[in-house]
């Protein structure tokens, strides 16, 4: 899927305006939730990579958007944000399971540090 496929699909996720906040929609389905970052909004404005997190968190396959479970990486997300003086607005959306939207049906972010731990390979 191509960026400009993924921005169609999913016009909501790309409100990007920075005039006076960042605009992040938070996606929740029946039994989780997760906030939907971009790109930009990941490496460019909070400077963080998707190796900041954890398996448990989801990508689109052109690694367009992120969806940060609620738990831990989405926390961590807005933590750096607030530690960087940047303001966000959240807007929440609840999703069906079965919903092209839920990143339920996206790829979990490949996080190496969990793959290499699994396999013995590094330790921290």
């Given at each position: 899927m191509?960026?400009d ?9 790309f ?17 989780h ?13 909070a400077?963080?990579s998707p ?32 530690s ?41």
């Amino acid at each position: 899927m191509t960026a400009d496929q993924t921005r169609e699909q999913h016009p909501s996720f790309f409100n990007l305006s920075m005039e006076d906040k960042m605009n992040i929609t938070f996606i929740s389905d029946e039994s989780h939730g997760w906030g939907i970052v971009t790109q930009h909004q990941l490496m460019a404005v909070a400077r963080m990579s998707p190796m900041d997190f954890s398996s448990f968190s989801y990508e689109t396959p052109n690694e367009e958007l992120y969806a940060l479970e609620e738990d831990c990486d989405f926390p961590k997300f807005l933590n750096k944000l607030d530690s960087m003086g940047v303001k966000y607005e959240i807007k929440d959306r609840t999703v069906t399971r079965d919903h092209d939207d839920n990143p339920r049906n996206w790829e979990p972010i490949t996080n190496w540090t969990d793959y290499f731990l699994a396999d013995g390979w590094v330790r921290s």
